[in-house]
């Protein structure tokens, strides 16, 4: 006698009818066309984390604030750097860090998360990615509180250039979008993905010059600091963080982030159009 939970779940689509590059495009076109939906439901996702909260969502700013300070002034003593010049300098690239690691992580669990409204509301699956990505934004733009509070106090030699962190800045949320797509996908149906990202996202931070000057590698190890030329996570903070500050900045941050984007973009498209229609019996 079969289950009663199987008798109510229809059956699955077959996996050649499910494949379609049209149809996987038009998830992505109702997804995007339904932008009342998702952004209402990320902001609700960061309200409902502060419920009851005096300041609400202020605390994210103010978290933001106390990392930037303490470990700011604390990490330039130990490096025998200038604060001025370092405390900007790790608080740019905490707030893209954490908007990296919050796709990611955010990523590996967007569908399993979400399991009710994927069975009971007939949307389109890339709503939830668009949410998370959107609630991450939502957090970054929180942080950009403490850049401008930054501004004021250390005076960075920002100049006009501060424009290019805008294409920069678009170019990390592009990119979020594909890793919460790619990940989201991949996690919901091998659930050990999860954990694993997981267990490398504190070394991938320690490996990332985000804490650490990148000039000091370059000082320290010679020849070898190249190395830190294979991590993407420094690229894609390199292009944003060098125009917040007003420093020197190298093309090849943008072709490689634009490599990036480009590759990954199609990786998850053609995961899109293969396991799309797969989501829903998975999770």
């Known amino acids: 006698m079969q289950s009663t939970s199987t008798l109510d779940r229809p059956p699955a689509p077959s996996e050649t009818s499910s494949r379609s590059w049209r149809k996987a495009a038009k998830d992505l076109s109702d997804g995007f066309s339904q932008r009342q939906l998702w952004a209402h439901l990320g902001w609700q996702d960061i309200k409902q984390r502060y419920r009851r909260s005096v300041l609400g969502p202020l605390w994210i700013t103010i978290g933001m604030g106390v990392t930037a300070g303490g470990l700011g002034l604390m990490y330039s003593t130990i490096f025998g750097l200038k604060a001025a010049d370092y405390v900007p300098y790790m608080t740019v690239g905490f707030m893209i860090w954490y908007f990296i690691q919050g796709c990611l992580l955010s990523g590996t669990e967007v569908f399993i998360h979400n399991e009710g409204l994927i069975k009971q509301l007939p949307a389109p699956i890339s709503v939830h990615v668009l949410r998370t990505v959107w609630r991450e934004f939502l957090l970054f733009l929180h942080n950009l509180v403490v850049y ?30 594909w890793v919460v797509l790619l990940f989201g996908v991949a996690s919901t149906r091998f659930r050990d993905i999860p954990p694993v990202v997981n267990s490398f996202m504190q070394l991938l931070f320690f490996m990332s010059p985000i804490v650490w000057p990148i000039q000091a590698l370059e000082q320290n190890a010679g020849p070898r600091a190249w190395l830190a030329q294979l991590n993407p996570i420094y690229h894609f903070v390199e292009i944003a963080r060098a125009p917040m500050l007003g420093t020197n900045q190298s093309w090849h941050h943008w072709a490689i982030v634009l490599g990036f984007t480009v590759g990954g973009w199609l990786l998850a498209l053609l995961v899109m159009r293969n396991y799309r229609a797969r989501v829903a019996y998975w999770v």
Do not use: K, R, Y
């Open 148 to 177: 401008l509070a930054i501004l004021a106090i250390f005076q960075p030699p920002v100049t006009w250039t501060v424009i290019a962190a805008i294409p920069a800045i678009l170019l990390l949320v592009l990119n979020g979008v």
